[in-house]
Structures are given as structure tokens and as C-alpha cells.
């Protein structure tokens, strides 16, 4: 079995006192824990965006040509370990809707690919067909729950899920679906390491890797 890698970004961006590992940091270090238990060479990178300065797309239409950011050397960075890994995983939390750096990422990869394939509806970009999955969560409060059920998930699927689903689609990653319902990806319950991760988060590392090896147990 070949090298598999793996590449989880976490959306945060929580310096709130206090928290020393932010939830979503911790949702990708359980995803490449699952990952491991199940793949015998695994090359496994958390890239924090919280720890990154960022800057928006400014629609200057340059990387036509370049296929990179002429003005951001640090999205180039990313952008070149996404397109190197076979599997990408983006952990957000619920801001108003979606943190804005991780908006930063998905603008100028969206750009990089919309205005070639506008020029050539058949142009395959750089990173075309990589799975990638998306993983969700939000709380109100630093780690803990916003309301005692928990909120509405499906809530959280349609403000942060389902936007950073639709700008996949344009990047022409390929997002994985959890089932029917959750077809952009998973909400799940802010629980710590320590209380115990909600067990979809393992289950869709499982059926993740499942469509890169099929039957792999
Ligand atoms: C700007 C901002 C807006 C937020 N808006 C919401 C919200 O509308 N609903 C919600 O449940 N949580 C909201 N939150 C709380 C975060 O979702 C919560 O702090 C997050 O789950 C913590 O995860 P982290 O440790 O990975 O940062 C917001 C947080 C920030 C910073």
C-alpha cells in the first residue's frame, strides 16, 4: 500500500485565554489518530490557519496565467501542500458563517480555477478530484455547547457545510459525502478529547478511507 497523505486544515481562529489546543485542532489530530489505526503509512499534516496571516482575494485576475497568488507567498504554501495530498480534510467552526481566513483560502482557489475553466469549460485544475471532506462544529463558547441539546446541527450543515460545499464544487475538489442527508459533510458535538469525540467523526474517517482503498479491514 502506497503512502497515503493526509492533510487537515483547521479553520479556527481562537486565541481565547485559556484554550490551549483549539476544538477544531483537536477534531484533526482524532481524524489522523482514526486515520492511523487504519492505514499502515500515513504522512499526516495539521496546517493551523489560526497561526497564518492571510490575505483576501483581490479579484486582480493574475493568477490566470500564474495559477498562484501573486500577493499572498503564505496561501501559495497551502495551496501547494493541498494539491501534493490524497486527502483533505477542512475542520470549521460556526462563526458568521465561516471563518474568514479559511473564506480567504477557498476565494483564491476558486479564482485560480473558475476564470481558466471559464476560458475552458473542460480545464481540470491542479487539484481536480481530491477527496476531501468536510467536518463542522460550533458552541457559542470557547469548547463548550451553545445550548443544552446541542443546537441544531442541520442549522449548522446549511451556514457552514453546505457554503464551503458549494466552493469545493467550483475548485473541483471532490467532497465525500457522509449519507444521504449529510452529503456536504458532518456537524458534530463539541465534546473535548477528554469527554470523548462524537463517533461520526471516526466513522467518516472510515468511510473517507474506505472510498481511497475499498475494503480496506
Ligand atoms: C466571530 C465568531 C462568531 C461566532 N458565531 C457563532 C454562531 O453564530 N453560532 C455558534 O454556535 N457559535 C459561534 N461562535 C463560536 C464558535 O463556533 C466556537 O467558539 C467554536 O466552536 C470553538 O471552536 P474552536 O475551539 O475550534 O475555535 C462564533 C465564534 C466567533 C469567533
Same mark, same amino acid.
Given at each position: 500500500m502506497n503512502l497515503l497523505r493526509i492533510l487537515c486544515i483547521s479553520a479556527s481562529n481562537n486565541f481565547r485565554p485559556g484554550v490551549k489546543e483549539t476544538y477544531s485542532y483537536q477534531i484533526c489530530k482524532t481524524v489522523l489518530?482514526?486515520?492511523?489505526?487504519?492505514?499502515?503509512?500515513?504522512?499526516?499534516e495539521i496546517i493551523e490557519l489560526k497561526n497564518l496571516t492571510l490575505s483576501p482575494?483581490?479579484?486582480c485576475m493574475k493568477c490566470l496565467d500564474s495559477r498562484r497568488c501573486v500577493t499572498d507567498d503564505t496561501f501559495n504554501q497551502i495551496y501547494e501542500k493541498i494539491i501534493a495530498c490524497d486527502i483533505l480534510f477542512i475542520v470549521s467552526p460556526h462563526y458568521a458563517p465561516v471563518p474568514a481566513k479559511l473564506c480567504m483560502l477557498l476565494e483564491k482557489m476558486e479564482e485560480i480555477t473558475f476564470y481558466r475553466w471559464e476560458k475552458d469549460t473542460s480545464y481540470q485544475s491542479e487539484v481536480y478530484g481530491i477527496k476531501t471532506a468536510v467536518i463542522s462544529h460550533g458552541g457559542g463558547s470557547g469548547n463548550e455547547f451553545a445550548q443544552?441539546?446541542?443546537?441544531s446541527q442541520t442549522d449548522y450543515?446549511? &451556514? =457552514?457545510?453546505?457554503?464551503?460545499?458549494?466552493?469545493l464544487d467550483t475548485i473541483q475538489?471532490?467532497?465525500?459525502?457522509?449519507?444521504?442527508?449529510?452529503?456536504?459533510?458532518? &456537524? =458534530?458535538k463539541p465534546e473535548t478529547a477528554e469527554q470523548g469525540f462524537d463517533k461520526k467523526i471516526?466513522?467518516?474517517v472510515r468511510q473517507v478511507l474506505s472510498i481511497e482503498y475499498g475494503d480496506y479491514r
Amino acid at each position: 500500500m502506497n503512502l497515503l497523505r493526509i492533510l487537515c486544515i483547521s479553520a479556527s481562529n481562537n486565541f481565547r485565554p485559556g484554550v490551549k489546543e483549539t476544538y477544531s485542532y483537536q477534531i484533526c489530530k482524532t481524524v489522523l489518530d482514526e486515520a492511523d489505526k487504519h492505514v499502515t503509512e500515513i504522512e499526516g499534516e495539521i496546517i493551523e490557519l489560526k497561526n497564518l496571516t492571510l490575505s483576501p482575494c483581490r479579484d486582480c485576475m493574475k493568477c490566470l496565467d500564474s495559477r498562484r497568488c501573486v500577493t499572498d507567498d503564505t496561501f501559495n504554501q497551502i495551496y501547494e501542500k493541498i494539491i501534493a495530498c490524497d486527502i483533505l480534510f477542512i475542520v470549521s467552526p460556526h462563526y458568521a458563517p465561516v471563518p474568514a481566513k479559511l473564506c480567504m483560502l477557498l476565494e483564491k482557489m476558486e479564482e485560480i480555477t473558475f476564470y481558466r475553466w471559464e476560458k475552458d469549460t473542460s480545464y481540470q485544475s491542479e487539484v481536480y478530484g481530491i477527496k476531501t471532506a468536510v467536518i463542522s462544529h460550533g458552541g457559542g463558547s470557547g469548547n463548550e455547547f451553545a445550548q443544552a441539546d446541542g443546537i441544531s446541527q442541520t442549522d449548522y450543515k446549511k &451556514v =457552514v457545510n453546505d457554503p464551503i460545499a458549494n466552493a469545493l464544487d467550483t475548485i473541483q475538489l471532490k467532497l465525500i459525502p457522509y449519507d444521504d442527508e449529510w452529503n456536504t459533510g458532518i &456537524v =458534530v458535538k463539541p465534546e473535548t478529547a477528554e469527554q470523548g469525540f462524537d463517533k461520526k467523526i471516526g466513522q467518516y474517517v472510515r468511510q473517507v478511507l474506505s472510498i481511497e482503498y475499498g475494503d480496506y479491514r
